[in-house]
């Protein structure tokens, strides 16, 4: 046991070997035991805190600040600005300030602030090196300090008061930027602010405190941000900082020194300012989102309309075909209404060599309407065994004709299948099978006009539109559907192709009682490479 010190509240506290503390009570019945630090450190002296706490010096590992309440201590060293690890005896002075004895002078600690003060030969100390059970408080508040070459004694308020409280200057003695210096229109331990030039993002600087009697004990802290960051701390041997990498913008440097009293007084502040370039700025990384953004959505919007034009392409294809397999049973019944009206007239023979037409008409028409396009001279030979068809059938009403023009320069040319036989059939039904006194003629011409579509004119010298509407209740039959169909497969391949194919019905004579009937269709074409 090396020291020995009464606890207000109830026993006392005992310093040993290793490190260790003990809490005994008033009858001296141990309480419990501490170990303050890792080592074999004798404990030199126990004082009594403010707070509920102890302090605690030892021999080799410095003060210890012990919590009663918690059971957990706090080291205090020389990296701390403790004069020497090797501690001895301490007192304490009415300001709750702490004088510790060691190897090297004596220290005294500030408890609120944790700042150290050295006293040495340099502060008229005549004994550096002390010993243990080497202090005593005189009730006055004088403090006595033996040690080797004899004892120390003061009054703490007067050393308080002669100290002088001087603040040294603190200054930036050097700026490089890329390692290089840097130099402004002031000096720069004179500038306020200083502006880099862009792309400067890295740079160092100096800094001293003119304390030249207390140079080697200044110890000097800096940070660059606001408030809220952490200062680094550094001594008077490594008085330099180095930032890189730093983004532009506006910084605050602040550096700190301590006095001899081992309290932060001289300050000084530089704002320094880097400037962006264009595409560093917030507008431009706003444009650019901005443009992003709307690439992004474009393609999106794009993709999302192209698969609804798509979807509805689709949609139209499988209209479009169904249209055109709606042909198919519209023919077949007009045609069988034909045969059914041979057989019914007991016309044996004309109904043999209809239905020998018929079957190979039937082959051609199915053949070609199961397929998209089909050579134009396919679809003239269908037209052709139409009319031979149906003049088998109305032979004394009607004569017909089939020319191709002249800027057709070849057949070989892939149309839409279909298109012309539903107005050839209502031209002989409608138009000149209501004739009387006379017979008909029915022309159909080919002609190209633009790429892309046929024109096919259908011409009949008929009763005309007005009086074929009023004969239609008298035909045998079902209504026809057919024009309605090829009106409604040109409406889908406008649609699909962005064109503006039409069908045009006009009379041909006006000034005729009897008009005639002229229909232009426009034929969807493409060549046979699939152009």
Known sequence: MYCITRDNDIGWWIGGNESRIFHYDDNFNEIAVYTLANGLFNVEDIVLGD?????????????AHFDKTTGKSKIYTTADGLSNNTCYGMQKDKKGNLWISTNHGISRFNPKTGQFRIFGPEDGLKIDEFNSDNTYLAPDGEMFFAGMGGIVSFYPDSIETEIELYTAPLVITGFKVSGASRYFEKAI????SIKLEKGDNNFSCTFACLDFVNAEKTKYRYRLGGENDK????????????????????YRLEIQATNKNGEWVSKTNLLIEIPPYYYQTWLFRILIFL???????????????????????????LKLESLRGQMNPHFIFNSLNSINYFISQNDRLSANRYISDFSRLIRSFLGNLSNDYILLVKEIESIKDYFQLEHLRFGDKFDYEIEISENIESLDLMVFPGMVQPFIENAIWHGV?????RKGFV??????????????SIEDDGIGRKKAEAHKSNLPGKTSRGIGIVLERLKIINHLRK???????????????ETGTRVTVDIPVKNVQGG
């Open 51 to 63: 707070n509920n706490d102890l302090w605690v010096s030892m021999l080799g590992a410095g003060l």
């Open 499 to 513: 064109t503006n194919f039409e069908v045009r019905i006009e009379d041909l004579h006006p000034e005729k009682e």
């Open 433 to 437: 099978r209501g004739l009387e006194g």
């Open 291 to 317: 443009i992003v953004a709307g690439i992004i959505s474009y393609f999106i919007y794009t993709h999302n309309r192209q698969l609804r034009l798509r979807a509805r392409q689709q949609q139209d294809e």
């Open 231 to 250: 200062f680094t701390e550094t001594d008077h041997r490594n008085r330099a900082v180095n930032y890189s990498s730093l983004s532009p913008g506006k």
């Open 189 to 192: 331990y004179e500038c306020n």
């Open 443 to 456: 022309k159909i011409r080919f002609s190209k006009e633009i790429t892309g579509s046929l024109k096919c």
